[in-house]
């Protein structure tokens, strides 16, 4: 559990994506909950936010640029239930009031939905939610989510709250994702579905790791069954394999890609090597032509880990050095790796430094 004081510089990330954690607790029991992948003994629980550092916070967003808030476990540690705050409904209306311009998204997985919630929920202006229904079918979820809960996302979906987007997950076996689809379809208020698979890193338990190979084997060619299935414009996949994304996050993925990557190619021109994680590296070979490019694969984490803020210095020295990237590159080149692995004091995951890297290995660095 983080302190107080920790808590505090926690909060200092909501600017990012204007996200403002409420609490890590969530009430489910999730095998494939990313949680349970965490490295060992690095799983952060963040406290119930209070109202005088909510206040704070709210202040201290990009409102201006960006005007919506996201209220969600958070948006670094992606598990937490904001329905299980006590002041959600307070909270909401502050933002009304002080903010009306703003949108005000709540991220939930619906299974704490009680009639005064909809009931205040449906006073709020400008509000889109998100339900992590991940499935209706009674078997699945209680073998999988540890906890039925299906009356409260009933509740939720059927409230006629305005709901953004529905979340299901692919757990390997299609009639249970047709049933959801089927099940929730008809419901006009939801403006997206979202299918997703389920990822492991090498800390996952060995059920969370069996059930993550069931659904990343069956993905695909489940998604082309949906595809066939249901012809609902609103069905969206989100994929986190770029190359054959077409959702909507994977879509705005690219677009900060593809950004680093052109202002780092203008800078630089070709001499540039650019380091990808296995995830972009279709995408931008594809894209980019002649572009120098080295494929990372996530050694650290392992598993179906595809994302540039989880590359580590050792990752990058497997790839530059030894080759597993696509071939050993010369020392003193000019290299380019991902900001977002990177801290604010240029560290890594594990505290290595950028400078440490560079003096260690002789490479030459620009952040992209
Ligand atoms: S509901 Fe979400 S946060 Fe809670 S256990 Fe399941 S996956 Fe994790």
Redesign the pocket.
Known sequence: MLSRDQYRQFLLSARLTNTIPLGSA?G???V??S?KSDIPGARTIIPQITKEEFEECLDFLDLQHRPFVTLA?SEIVM???PFLHPLLLEFVEIINQRYPWVDVGVET?GAHCSPRLVKGLNRVRNLAVSV?VNTMDEQARRTY?GVDARRSVRRLLDSGLPIRAVHLTDFGEIDILLRDLDVLQPNGRVEAFVIRRIDYTRFSSPEGRALAHRSMAAYHEHLRLVDDHSDDPRLMAQLLDLDAAVGRFGGMQRTAADGAVARLLDRHGTDLYMCCPDSSYAYLRRKLGDMRLVRVPNLTFGGSVVCAGLLTFRDLRSALLGGSGGGPVAVGSLVGIPANMLNPNTQDLFGETLYHFQQETGYRVVIG
Do not use: D, H, I, P
Request: glycine fraction near 14%; charged fraction near 15%.
């Open positions: 969530c489910l029991r999730c494939f909950c949680s476990g598990y937490g239930e997985s992590s989510m």
